[in-house]
């Protein structure tokens, strides 16, 4: 390519919601613009990389044993009712009415669509196992698009599902598929981590995320030391704390007054306690069920713990009329105290039943109470009181007994154990050995291509530009020629070109009639890793100058010898990635 006839809009100017590097970078390379909130155009050079990672993805699917299929974006509600994600999708989700009145949703994702393709087609355990993927568009309507590709509402996700006859074919799958990721972000030039994961509204019994630490990152890794542990946040399992020991005998609880002070904060400050001394207890729905979870002040709740201490079920805060009618007082006031009653269970955390003594809502409206022990005021056991581990882990917590640490990254890709969740709802069945009639057990991976191009960028890039690692850059090789004017220096870019190009280089020839400056300044922008500079004084002394992106030494080499020293380079960069 030449790039005097290549669509490369690289500008100075980012607009302000590009907050972070790889996002200004991607805008100022010229690599995508903006079409509306959280939707991107890719132009050519953003385009490339994209393809690179793409067949990266596909070369190390397929050679898994995984078949590539494409299923519709634009899927039917019906299906996603037969399995109740409807609901839990939430807005997430995108739906539309059609012009015959049906309503349809674009595709989040397709577990729904594949399981009931398995449905119909799969019919004996001499079909299984079977992985099949795809590569293509999603979309999620999400809350806050943002940071770019990170977080866009449409992407391109690699998705892949696998149908088993029992728990033992789809370990062995999952396993190879976690082998497979690995090889794939390592080829990508990708520094990540695997970290256990919560199968969140998937359902199923076990998942790995692969996460690239980075500061900008959204979400949280947290491990030991040693390594022998590692978990995201929804994941992360902390050990109980040590039971407080109260200074004295302490009081009988005392009522106070705390006229519109709701808000852990308001009381803080009015009571002259700190959060840590507070006891939260939240009201939330779970279906039809009211259930209360009471964490400590400075802590949050969990969703995901909580989930899986409800047997699996999705639960919300409850509405303002259901929280008052379980604690008799408006929203702000709730207790642990006296509710047991009113809910179908009470989740406290570990960290309150550690406490020797507290402040919590009075379920009175305006009140507080002080002096409030776990276990003397309100009970900690019941048939319907669980004590368990449901907040986030904090700074200070342990894991067996080792310090927790925190980290920022980006999740790049997951893998499920999904079970017979989506099977048994959808009736995907096989007949066995036996003839008799099982459930599909299944599982589904998942890679977010888009973010694998931004967490690159993330992670390798300097004050004037991207980086590239060299499997998933726009192009392997730069020549520029500095004096395009000169006939001779323009003939010998022009030969190393034809050259390397005859090699089979992925080649980019900077042939503008620009100013050297302006097209170093460009070429550190896009981050071609391997270039070659062809200017007057070199060819002079019939040398030219070749470079590596990422070193700021270059060196001279005879003219004859540029491409063969070049594709040299080409090879080790690429070598340095083989997994
Ligand atoms: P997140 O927790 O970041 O919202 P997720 O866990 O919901 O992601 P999955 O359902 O596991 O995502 O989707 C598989 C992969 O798709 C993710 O690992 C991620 O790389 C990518 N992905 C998910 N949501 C987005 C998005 N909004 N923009 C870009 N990539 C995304
Ligand atoms: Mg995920």
Redesign the pocket.
Known sequence: MRYSRMFIPTVKEVPADAEIISHRLMIRAGLMRKLASGTYTYLPLGWRSLLKVISIVREEMNKAGAQEILMPAVQPIELWQKTGRSVDYGETMARFTDRHNRVNVLAP?AEEVVTSIAANEINSYKQLPLNIYQISF?F?D?FR?RFG?????E?I?K?SYSFHPDNESLDETYRIMYDTYCRIFTRCGLEYVTVEAES?E?GGSGSH?FTVPCESG??TIIYTEDGSYAANLEKAAVDPLPKEKADAKIPPIQEVHTPNIGSIEAVCAFLKTKPRDMIKTLIYAAGDDIVAAVVRGDHDLNPEKFTQVLGGRAAELADEPAIEKVTGAKVGFAGPMGIADKVSKIIIDHAVAAMAVGVTGANKTDYHVRNVVPGRDFPLKGENIIVADIRNAVEGDTHNGKKLLFRRGI????VFKLGTKYSKKLAAKFLDENGSEKPCVMGCY???I??IIASAIEISHDKDGIIWPITIAPFEVLVTSVNQDDKQVAQVAENIYTQLLDKGIDVLLDDRALRGGVKFKDADLIGIPVRVTVGKKAVAEGKVEIKLRRESQSQKVPIEQATSKTIDLVNSLKEQLIP
């Open positions: 994702t999603k999620r999400e698009p590709v990170l977080r866009s509402r992407f996700m998705d969140g998937m995320q959204e979400d999740e790049v890709g997951q998942g890679i977010g888009n973010r």
